[in-house]
């Protein structure tokens, strides 16, 4: 599975998506689960890699493996809601977010959530969030909701990473 539904609910057929599946009853636009779902999630790591929904990641494996983890969150701070807020407010929501993560002792790393149609047909510019290593699915699901996200990306030491929808 990798679309993770906050909770139990009615499947629904939205309107014709390429991809030709079910989405889940949820405050998000059937539109903007297709974006998440769609998007690049880039790990500033030591030898960068990009996550992509649903794909075996080879190096996550590997980034798991050396950190004796068995799961990782992929967060961010920045636009809750999926509102617009500024590079201003967006710097100091991630910055805050950081300051949590090292106050928990977690290890994170950089990284930017890509729309991943070309530059030319972009619809949001990146947006920079963390790879959190060692976070639960449900730590990971309460920091989203705390930082007013509609989603996040979480990933079990399969190294699938899913689409966790929080409204």
């Known amino acids: 599975m990798w679309l993770l539904e906050e909770q139990p609910s009615r499947q629904r057929q939205p309107s014709p998506q390429p991809e030709g599946f079910l989405l889940p009853e949820s405050a998000i636009s059937p539109s903007l689960i297709q974006a998440y779902l769609a998007a690049d999630y880039r790990v500033d790591a030591e030898l960068p890699f990009t996550l992509k929904v649903g794909v075996f990641s080879e ?3 590997h980034l798991l493996q050396r950190h004796q983890s068995d799961c990782a969150a992929y967060l961010t701070a920045c636009n809750p809601l999926g509102r617009d807020v500024g590079d201003i407010e967006n710097a100091a929501r991630q910055a805050e977010l950081s300051r949590e993560l090292k106050g928990r002792s977690l290890r994170f790393i950089d990284g930017v959530g890509l729309d991943s149609q070309s530059e030319e047909t972009q619809k949001w510019p990146g947006e920079v969030s963390f790879l959190v290593l060692g976070l639960s699915l449900e730590a990971s699901r ?3 909701r705390k930082h007013e996200q509609n989603a996040l990306i979480w ?5 699938v990473p899913q689409l966790v929808l929080l409204r």
């Open 59 to 61: 190096p996550l494996a």
């Open 142 to 144: 309460a920091l989203g």
């Open 155 to 159: 990933c079990g030491k399969d190294a």
